[in-house]
């Protein structure tokens, strides 16, 4: 059994920032690629950030430069930090567990930016 969990999502104020969290009980974390996506009302989902089992980083060209994506194996945790929010970042945004050969899907965190 597999359970994804984020939180931290919330409303914040143009140029706010804002910290989510992703744990995963997953037995392997490590060995888990962990991403974060997000879905706007009427848009497809798409990829924000993810991270490898290696700590290699990938970024949407809208966020790079704004958001980190980071992970702490040892608390089976990967965390999303906004920074410099606008408008446009208000989706709901999910966590994502890749392994190799299941993915695992969060409920997902709203994040609301308000101009």
């Known amino acids: 059994q597999v359970q994804i969990e984020e939180s931290g999502g919330g409303l914040v104020q143009l140029g706010g920032s804002l910290k989510l969290s992703c744990a995963a009980s997953v037995l392997t974390f490590s060995h888990f690629k962990m991403g974060w996506y997000r879905q706007a009302p009427g848009k497809q989902r798409e990829l924000v950030a993810d991270?490898?089992?290696?700590?290699?980083?990938r970024y949407a060209d809208s966020v790079r430069g704004r958001f980190t994506i980071s992970r702490d194996d040892s608390k089976k945790t990967v965390y999303l930090q906004m920074n410099s929010l606008k408008p446009e970042d208000t989706a709901v945004y999910y966590c994502?567990?890749?392994?190799?050969?299941?993915?695992?899907w969060g409920q997902g965190t709203q994040v609301t930016v308000s101009s």
């Open positions: 991270i490898s089992s290696a700590h290699y980083v």
């Open positions: 994502q567990a890749s392994g190799v050969t299941s993915d695992y």
